[in-house]
């Protein structure tokens, strides 16, 4: 009975796999979302004001590295989760593959998402005129959370490590 649950709950890790190809689905999702703004911005260049087109184009990067992370979750969450990718040697492999375990994915992630957050407090700074100070104040606020939250993150990451 013990050989039957550890097996059936070892073989319920597949069951992530839709979950993994779903994110893919989301990748397609992004790049549609990105070319619709680099259409945009080609169609309205010589319209837009300077600040705005640098607006543009930090949507652009906020797109790129959104995406950039639901690749690296989606491989790096399959890879460790559910099975290693079995890519044949003519296919690029990607240099990370096969080497971020969930601690360093989790890491990366955090420190993903500290960017984005960046960029997306830059945007804010950038339309400062448009914004209430009392989500302006929100805004650093939470941007901050997620850099204290990294940081902790990242230094009880290297703490356990030392430990062990």
């Known amino acids: 009975m013990e050989k039957f649950f550890e097996t059936l709950m070892y073989r319920s890790r597949w069951a992530l796999a839709p979950i993994y190809l779903g994110l893919s689905l989301a990748v397609i999702a992004l790049g549609i979302k990105f070319f619709q703004e680099v259409a945009h911005l080609l169609l309205h260049i010589w319209e837009m004001k300077e600040a705005d087109t640098i607006l543009v184009v ?3 990067i906020d797109i ?3 995406g950039g992370l639901l690749v690296m979750v989606m491989m790096s969450g399959y890879e460790n989760f559910v099975s290693q990718l079995d890519l044949s040697g003519e296919e690029e492999k990607l ?3 096969g080497k971020m ?3 360093s994915l989790k890491a990366k992630i955090a420190a993903s998402i ?3 957050s960046s960029i997306h407090l830059l945007k804010v ?3 400062i005129q448009h914004t209430p100070d009392n989500k302006l104040y ?3 606020i939470i941007h901050l959370t997620f850099v204290a939250s990294a940081f902790a993150m990242g230094f009880l990451d290297t703490v356990s490590k030392k430990s062990n």
Do not use: H
């Open 58 to 60: 930090l949507s652009l």
């Open 64 to 66: 790129s590295m959104v």
């Open 95 to 97: 240099s990370w593959l």
């Open 101 to 103: 375990d969930s601690s």
């Open 114 to 116: 500290v960017a984005i």
């Open 125 to 127: 700074f950038m339309a």
């Open 138 to 140: 929100w805004y650093v």
